[in-house]
């Protein structure tokens, strides 16, 4: 008995062992690496991207490892980065900030076995996509509430590079605010930096002391809606918007809302094709419709009628009905950009290089 026990036991272990002997390894799980340009913190442009990361680990579990670089310059060290990404072992790489796009191509072309997604930028290639975000819709909606809310009449702006992205966000801002307060402008500090917390305080102060009730940024910290809320108790008309995040654990007051992003589902649909081997190019550009941006919650402190024309205007730019850059668009300088009845074409949009009328402020000289 016990012999026939033990026979019977071998042959059951020899055949386990010829089934798994047969049955193909599993798959290592695929690595994916994510390039930042600055601390990836609790709130902003970094933070939202991490987010995305995370949700897309989430969703892929087993099948993907990630790994992030954070705090890396634009330029040079961006390649270095991007390359040590590839030989440590990455099939994957998304780089998320614009200056990263030269040195992101240059690492495509040396491996080209390997897949490249870059933010924001307009190159591609057979292994390289680009993907952005309207972030502009929103832009425009917060306009529309500093229009209505606004006691000065000015708005200031606090900006990184004048590139055509922070280009639509100056402008979508103030076509919103002047679609309902046509006395309304806007004026604008370049700090010249993606992430300078000190710079950023410092310039929204001035843009303060110059008579701005209503103030935004387009820069990676929170700072801007910090100084908001430290100087709404000496201004209680002095309100902000913040961008990337919702930003109101910072502003809790002063915060009237903000434009967020979120790249979670494009982060798992993209991963997800190459896996699969069906990916065939990537050039996404989502708004509302998208979901890829939302609004940051509205304050209480925004009367009823404004919230009203607030979402009734988000429904409208979702569904196509509405168009942050309808035309008439006349620039600062008076020449008309888009005509009464046309739409701005994304071509335009990804060429903006001026301010529209109501920027009150000068553009640097390249």
Not at 236 to 244: E, T, V
């Amino acid at each position: 008995m016990n012999s026939r026990k033990t026979v019977v036991t071998t042959l059951g272990g020899l055949i386990a062992a010829s089934v798994l002997a047969a049955a193909p390894p599993a798959a290592a799980p695929t690595q994916v690496g994510f390039v930042y340009v600055s601390p990836v913190g609790d709130a902003g442009w970094t933070y939202q991207h991490d987010i995305g990361r995370k949700e897309m680990e989430k969703a892929l579990a087993g099948q993907v490892t990630t790994k992030f670089v954070e705090n890396v310059p634009e330029g040079a060290d961006a390649e270095r980065v991007v390359r040590g990404l590839i030989t440590g072992g990455a099939k994957i790489v998304f780089t998320t900030s614009f200056g990263y796009m030269n040195p992101t191509e240059k690492v495509a072309k040396a491996f080209p076995d390997k897949f490249f997604f870059h933010a924001t930028g307009y190159k591609t290639g057979p292994n390289m996509g680009i993907y952005n975000a309207r972030f502009y819709e929103g832009r425009y909606l917060n306009g529309v509430i500093a229009g209505k809310m606004t006691k000065s009449n000015i708005a200031g702006y606090v900006a990184a590079f004048p590139i055509p992205e922070v280009m639509q966000g100056i402008n979508a801002f103030t076509q919103g605010m002047r679609s309902v307060n046509p006395k309304a402008e806007v004026r604008v500090i370049w700090v010249n930096s993606w992430f300078d917390p000190g710079k950023e305080r410092e310039a929204a102060l001035t843009l303060i002391s110059q008579g701005a009730d209503m103030i935004t940024h387009h820069t990676d910290s929170t700072a801007i809606v910090q100084a908001a809320e430290e100087k709404h108790k000496e201004n209680k008309n002095l309100y902000a918007f913040s961008y990337h995040s919702d930003m109101s654990k910072y502003g809790p007051t002063a915060q009237l809302s903000g434009t967020t992003h979120h790249w979670g589902a494009f982060y798992t649909k993209t991963v997800k094709e190459v896996l699969a081997g069906t990916w065939k190019g990537t050039n996404v550009w989502g708004g509302f419709k998208e979901g890829m941006i939302k609004l940051a919650p509205l304050n209480k402190a925004i009367p009823a009628d404004v919230k009203a024309l607030v979402e009734k205007e988000e429904k409208a730019i979702a569904a196509g009905k509405l168009h942050p850059f309808a035309g008439p668009v006349v620039a600062q300088d008076g020449k008309e950009k888009v005509a009464k009845g046309k739409n701005m074409t994304d071509a335009e949009l990804g060429a903006m290089d001026y301010y529209v009328q109501g920027v009150a402020s000068t553009l640097p000289k390249k």
